[in-house]
């Protein structure tokens, strides 16, 4: 079948309206009966962003990103939200990505959905917003890094490695061992590390409120003094230690002395040793009697003076007192 030139014409006009309309209204989701609440986000920069960037809250579409305008300080960012969701207030917002190479859009993460609610003509602020960190930045940042590296100390690393690793297999397999080994130590007594772990946090905790971290600083400071101090004390006293070598010989009177009164020590040792046993059942009943050594102490006090004197105390009886 072969149309004139105007119903050509209608033909593709209609399809052309036809492929408006639904990309309108079900692409770019235009609605003219549509309720939406409009937001401005700001933002340092756009992370990717378009006009059509998609607006989620916990990964569920409820509203699309309508507009990017520059400011003095950034940007600002204007934001269509569907009114059948309600999105707090208080909702930490990042800029996420569909893939490592996908579209941008804005991401809400509330912790809990409850009032406030976003009004309509609210303005974001964009320390609420986590920082952007895009895939050009990214790819910068580990430029940076590679452009840094010194290619020979690298090259001389790996050649390091590779020698210690050449011709070790036996090395290698008893560390591989002993990793298990402490790996099966730690699955069997992970209770007892999980207790010593909190024991740790326990002590740790409120240091600071404690003024710890001064306290070690001044420490630290006054440590080395005090060893030189230390060390200083110990030479003194070896030296007071080597003060009497040599004064009393081995054959002076005072040594024979003190060897003597050992040997008779010695011999007095088993004797009474025999005597201590005998007596001690005769003891036994003044076990339980106990001085009151503080009571002589002040009877003696009071009874003699420092001078030499001895004061006694005469007590009359009652009825030599009334013949009186």
């Not at 099966?184 to 909190?198: E, W």
């Not at 001085?291 to 102490?297: E, P, Q, T, V």
Request: hydrophobic fraction near 45%; charged fraction near 15%.
């Amino acid at each position: 079948m072969k149309f004139n030139a105007r119903t050509t014409l209608v033909i593709l006009a209609v399809m052309t309206l036809f492929g408006a309309a639904y990309m309108t209204f079900a692409v770019l989701d235009v609605s003219p009966t549509k309720q939406v609440t409009r937001l401005t986000l700001l933002l340092n920069a756009s992370g990717g962003l378009m006009p059509t960037s998609d607006v989620t809250m916990r990964g569920i579409k409820v509203g699309r990103v309508s507009g990017i305008q520059t400011t003095n300080f950034g940007l600002a960012v204007s934001i269509e939200l569907d009114r059948a969701h309600q999105v707090p207030a208080a909702s930490p917002i990042s800029i996420e990505n569909l893939s490592a190479v996908g579209e941008q859009y804005i991401d809400f993460k509330p912790e809990l959905i409850a009032p406030p609610y976003f009004t309509d003509g609210a303005v974001i602020p964009a320390d609420q917003v986590a920082p952007i960190v895009t895939a050009s930045d990214l790819l910068a940042k580990v430029n940076v890094l590679f452009t840094a590296l010194n290619l020979d100390q690298i090259r001389s690393i790996v050649n390091e490695m590779s020698a210690v690793f050449a011709d070790n297999d036996d090395t290698i397999d008893s560390l591989a061992t002993t990793a298990g080994l402490t790996a099966d130590v730690i699955q069997d007594d992970k209770a007892l590390l999980a207790t010593l772990v909190n024991n740790v946090s326990t002590l740790t905790t409120n240091l600071g409120d404690l003024n710890a971290g001064y306290v070690i600083s001044e420490t630290g400071d006054q440590l080395p003094p005090s060893v030189q101090a230390f060390l200083g004390l110990i030479h003194e006293i070896e030296t007071i230690s080597h003060a009497g070598v040599g004064v009393i010989g081995p054959d002076d009177a005072v040594t024979v002395m003190v060897a003597k009164l050992g040997e008779y020590l010695d011999l007095l040792a088993g004797p009474l040793g025999s005597f201590a046993t005998v007596l001690q059942p005769a003891l036994a009943p003044l076990h339980d009697i106990k001085i009151d050594a503080g009571h002589w102490l002040d009877f003696w006090e009071s009874t003699f003076n420092d001078t030499g004197g001895v004061r006694v105390q005469l007590n009359v009886p009652e009825w030599h007192q009334g013949a009186r």
